[in-house]
């Protein structure tokens, strides 16, 4: 396993529409496995393909439950509403607040090419929500409806 770089926020592969994955090969394993680990070296509970630069519908997310890993994720079903202050790995200083659903249910494909569903709620729907944006260009910061100057939050903490 090997860390990637980052993409950070201003970066256009950000803003691309992600392509499907049509081969479950020993290279989407590779790129899989390296997404976690810098997924886990940078404490985030979340990272999309685009953001280590590669524009393919792959997502992995760790919410303290094990690893969960997406191909070609489609919510197939969002409940309810919640608000709460949202980041991402793409920009480490920027903090606000977003409305998701409550709930939110998904499929999508394992590493192997077999058909699975998650549902998530709470902090695991709102991953999944941040998430699949990135295969579509969307940034947190696109939907944030009030921005957190990182300050509060380590005065809070
Ligand atoms: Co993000």
């Given at each position: 396993?090997?860390l990637?770089?980052?993409?950070?926020?201003g970066?256009?592969?950000?803003?691309?529409k992600?392509?499907?994955?049509?081969?479950?090969?020993?290279?989407?394993?590779?790129?899989?496995?390296?997404?976690?680990?810098?997924?886990?070296?940078?404490?985030?509970?979340?990272?999309?393909?685009?953001?280590?630069?590669?524009?393919?519908?792959?997502?992995?997310?760790d919410?303290?439950?094990?690893?969960?890993?997406?191909?070609?994720?489609?919510?197939?079903?969002?409940?309810?509403?919640?608000?709460?202050?949202e980041?991402?790995?793409?920009?480490?200083?920027?903090?606000g607040?977003v409305?998701?659903?409550?709930?939110?249910?998904?499929?999508?494909?394992?590493?192997?090419?077999?058909?699975?569903?998650?549902?998530?709620?709470?902090?695991?729907?709102?991953?999944?929500?941040?998430?699949?944006?990135?295969?579509?260009?969307?940034?947190?910061?696109?939907?944030?409806?009030?921005?957190?100057?990182?300050?509060?939050?380590?005065?809070?903490?």
């Amino acid at each position: 396993m090997a860390l990637r770089n980052i993409v950070k926020f201003g970066d256009d592969r950000l803003r691309k529409k992600c392509r499907e994955v049509t081969e479950f090969n020993d290279k989407l394993w590779v790129m899989l496995d390296d997404m976690y680990e810098t997924m886990k070296q940078s404490d985030g509970v979340g990272l999309a393909a685009p953001q280590i630069g590669i524009l393919r519908r792959v997502v992995v997310i760790d919410v303290g439950e094990g690893p969960i890993e997406l191909i070609n994720p489609v919510i197939t079903g969002m409940k309810g509403k919640q608000r709460e202050v949202e980041g991402c790995l793409s920009s480490p200083n920027q903090w606000g607040y977003v409305e998701r659903p409550a709930k939110v249910k998904v499929t999508a494909f394992n590493r192997y090419g077999k058909e699975i569903k998650v549902e998530g709620t709470e902090l695991l729907a709102r991953a999944l929500c941040h998430e699949i944006d990135h295969l579509n260009g969307i940034l947190f910061t696109d939907l944030a409806d009030e921005m957190v100057d990182p300050k509060d939050i380590e005065k809070d903490n």
